[in-house]
């Protein structure tokens, strides 16, 4: 049974915007998925109308084989939300915050407050309990964020930018955490701005802009769609001049850093070779761009060419 | 697996609690000053000018409006604590934690109710308190009293909630209570009968839903009202049952609440 199942979703703002153009999209349970777009492509508004906080115009939304139309209850309690803004009580001690999410899913106090502690550790907020939210760093408050979405226990996770203004040391430990949840069982959707965290994370993707799903396929085949890749080289010692490498397209960035263009075609050892033969040893390689970053960009430029 | 009825059990008792767990941690701001605000109401006009005015009704001044007195702390307060805490909801976005839960509106609404009512009590309760120390109240029927106590609470609870869905900024929520409830209140007969105005003023004064209530808690404590009591029961109940309809549209269409 699929997690998720949206059919035909549209939604047209008072304003006349039309934020959705007719959405479908399927969300097997279990998976690790990515939704990605451009600012404004419509990523919230599916998922505000997923969470029932956004009244949709028309369409179908199904979780977990429940209609959010007629099984509303059903489909409700198997969604937990974390949402791009704070959206807490920041005067509320931060376990009554988890404790009162748990009581509107029918969990009683007692067990709430246990379930709340559990979710506290886990997070890496038990010390601050007693806290009012205000006083938590933007980092604890986005883990206070997936602590309350998973008091319920959720089978659908919706991470919505879960990341943002998370340092770099946090924002790991939180993937870790989701790698972890989602092994557990829970299926997650994730969108995010960084596409690093997606592709690392996510095992399938959909990509929307302008209201419509531009791509929907698994994250593997969609970079395995990327015609080449840019590489920056760090090398030994210092050039003056970028080597000619045959087929391989190379510019020299710095006296000690060369950008190689390698298609999909071509191999890595062959680059390597070539490099060795002309005395140039490599000390360390990285992607100059994100694989999937590049992918996203040249399908939103596609869409846009389209809609032109 | 819970059935729905449990859950929505517990998800009322969390708002309920959550509502006066919130009015309890602030008390300075919701408790402390109506009780300051209503001694200072037994003192001055209570004794120092009550005592010039002589009898209203048969009664001393200061039996007179106590019965106003302690369904006006009521009134506001139970108005107060819905308005401004689900516009607090709407404001800092939390309405959101109740929106994607399993929560019917029916008990969003009851929740937030109950817990103006529960303001309401405990701020009428401790002026009923301080005004022992100034009259010695006896009260004529406590079924009544006890019974328009409570409907006036929830129906201004009611308008409270009301306000706060329609409500956009803080001047939103301070508009109704300061040109529309302060004035119904002071002349709902809380310090004077109807009978002293001239004969216009009189039926001016019978659109005014507060006085129904007002004499009618009167008539629980004291046993006179300006107006027929099973009138002015059927006048709360009609008000109650009108607004809550129209909260649960309001809350049904999102108004407010949702895009």
Request: hydrophobic letters at 45%.
């Amino acid at each position: 049974m699929a997690a998720l199942v949206i059919k035909d979703l549209h939604k047209t703002y008072r304003n006349g915007f039309a934020a959705l153009k007719g959405i479908d999209l399927q969300v097997e349970q279990g998976d690790f998925f990515a939704l990605l777009g451009p600012n404004g492509a419509g990523k919230s508004t599916a998922i505000s109308i997923i969470a029932s906080l956004t009244n949709k115009t028309t369409g179908r939304v199904e979780i977990y084989g429940h209609d959010l139309d007629r099984e509303r209850d059903q489909a409700k309690r198997l969604i937990g939300l974390v949402p791009q803004e704070f959206n807490f009580n920041m005067w509320e001690p931060v376990v009554e915050i988890l404790v009162n999410q748990a009581g509107y899913y029918g969990i009683p106090r007692k067990l709430a407050f246990q379930r709340a502690g559990e979710a506290l550790q886990r997070l890496g907020l038990w010390e601050k309990r007693q806290t009012q939210a205000r006083w938590l760093s933007g980092g604890m408050k986005r883990r206070l964020m997936i602590a309350r979405a998973l008091v319920h226990r959720p089978r659908l996770l919706i991470l919505d930018e879960p990341t943002a203004g998370v340092d770099i040391e946090i924002r790991r430990s939180m993937w870790e955490f989701m790698r972890e949840i989602n092994r557990q069982g829970t299926t997650i959707i994730l969108t995010t701005h960084y596409l690093e965290e997606a592709e690392s994370l996510c095992r399938n993707i959909a990509i929307i802009d302008h209201g419509r799903i531009v791509e929907q396929t698994s994250m593997t085949r969609l970079l395995s769609q990327l015609h080449s890749e840019l590489f920056l080289l760090n090398i030994a010692a210092p050039i003056e001049r970028a080597p000619d490498l045959h087929d391989y397209r190379t510019t020299l960035v710095d006296s000690e850093t060369l950008e190689v263009e390698v298609d999909r075609e071509q191999s890595m050892n062959q680059l390597f070779g070539l490099l060795s033969a002309q005395g140039i040893e490599v000390v360390s390689m990285r992607n100059k761009q994100n694989r999937l970053e590049q992918m996203f960009v040249d399908l939103v430029d596609s869409a846009k060419e389209k809609r032109a | 697996m819970q059935n729905s009825w449990q859950i929505y059990r517990i998800a009322f008792q969390t708002i309920v609690t959550k509502e006066i767990l919130r009015f309890m941690r602030i008390w300075v701001q919701t408790l402390l000053p109506p009780a300051i605000t209503t001694t200072l109401y037994f003192i001055i006009f209570g004794r120092l000018i009550g005592d010039r005015i002589g009898e209203m009704d048969g009664y001393r001044y200061i039996d007179f409006i106590v019965p106003g007195l302690i369904l006006m702390s009521v009134i506001q307060n139970s108005y107060a604590n819905v308005v401004s805490s689900f516009f607090g909801t709407k404001l800092q976005h939390y309405i959101e934690e109740l929106l994607i839960a399993p929560v019917p509106h029916w008990v969003v609404l009851g929740g937030y109710v109950v817990g103006g009512v529960a303001r309401g009590t405990m701020v009428g309760i401790l002026v009923t308190i301080i005004s022992l120390f100034f009259t010695d109240l006896s009260i004529n029927s406590y079924g009544l009293t006890l019974l328009v106590f409570v409907l006036t609470s929830v129906l201004f609870a009611l308008a409270g909630f009301i306000n706060a869905v329609y409500a956009k900024t803080f001047d939103d929520i301070s508009i109704v209570p300061t040109f529309v409830l302060t004035p119904l209140t002071y002349l709902g007969g809380v310090f004077y009968s109807i009978e002293l105005l001239p004969e216009f003023w009189q039926w001016l004064s019978l659109a005014n839903p507060v006085l129904y209530m007002v004499n009618t808690f009167r008539f629980g404590i004291l046993g006179i009202s300006d107006i027929d009591v099973v009138v002015a029961l059927v006048i709360i109940l009609g008000f109650i049952a009108i607004l809550t309809v129209y909260s649960l549209r309001l809350l049904s269409r999102g108004v407010g609440i949702k895009e």
